[in-house]
């Protein structure tokens, strides 16, 4: 069965370090989706993408954040500098399309201890 | 804006004994509506979901959840709990349209116990 894949499971930097997470979506999704899940809490959209577009960032922290998904395949998740407050699950998410039917298949996440 | 409420933080139940684990929304429009199921350090693996027809939707690993369109709620439910089921449960909800994000509530532990 195909599924999302991130590196790394488990990432532990100091404050103002840069950090990069990676996600492979299922073959043949046009939609990727990164979301952040902090404890206790459900997953939060972080950026969406249709094929190699943004359609969706309005809830990344464009002043650190950033994410690209350059041949419209996998995609890459970037803080820079990292913050005490960023420690949290980072989630990819991948579905065929970006229809409100189209179910949403998310890789083991990665999660970030900030320091 | 859409929302959905999970009212229960927790649920502990038996081994053997049906579970019930509730959701509500708030959309305009009409709902697309998902449960997700997550274990400890690992991601949200898709259990069942409704987009319309027979409002009782059955899924993965003897869960099945139904739609009450007039209570604005979509209950999971399992007829005999496992104490593998012992995870966090979130309901998630989206309309339609591409512009439409998937919210998410707070979660429900479940606790399934010999």
């Known amino acids: 069965e195909a599924e999302v894949a991130q590196s790394p499971r488990y990432k532990i930097t100091e404050k103002s370090q840069a950090v990069a997470f990676w996600c492979d979506p299922i073959?043949?999704?046009?939609?990727l989706y990164w979301y952040r899940q902090i404890l206790g809490q459900g997953p939060e959209l972080l950026v969406q993408?249709?094929?190699?577009?943004?359609?969706?960032d309005s809830q990344l922290p464009k002043d650190r954040f950033s994410a690209e998904r350059l041949k419209g395949v996998d995609s890459t998740l970037k803080i820079q500098p990292a913050e005490l407050g960023d420690s949290a699950m980072y989630l990819c998410?991948?579905?065929?399309?970006?229809?409100?039917?189209?179910?949403?298949?998310f890789g083991p996440g990665t999660r970030l201890t900030v320091l | 804006a859409q929302s959905v409420a999970q009212p229960e933080d927790q649920v502990n139940v038996a081994e053997g004994n049906p579970l019930t684990v509730k959701c509500t929304y708030s959309?305009?429009?009409?709902?697309?509506l998902f449960w997700y199921v997550q274990y400890p350090n690992r991601g949200l693996q898709f259990l069942l979901k409704?987009?319309?027809?027979?409002?009782l939707v059955k899924g993965s690993y003897g869960f099945e959840a139904e739609f009450n369109k007039s209570q604005t709620s979509f209950h999971l439910k399992k007829p005999s709990a496992l104490v593998s089921d012992s995870a966090l449960y979130f309901c998630?909800?989206?309309?339609?349209?591409?512009?439409?994000?998937?919210?998410f509530g707070t979660g429900t532990r479940l606790q399934v116990t010999l």
């Open positions: 998410a991948s579905s065929l399309g970006a229809l409100g039917t189209d179910t949403q298949y």
């Open positions: 073959s043949g999704h046009a939609t």
């Open positions: 993408f249709q094929d190699e577009s943004v359609v969706d």
């Open positions: 959309v305009s429009g009409n709902p697309y």
């Open positions: 409704y987009i319309t027809g027979d409002n």
């Open positions: 998630a909800v989206r309309v339609t349209g591409t512009a439409s994000k998937l919210t």
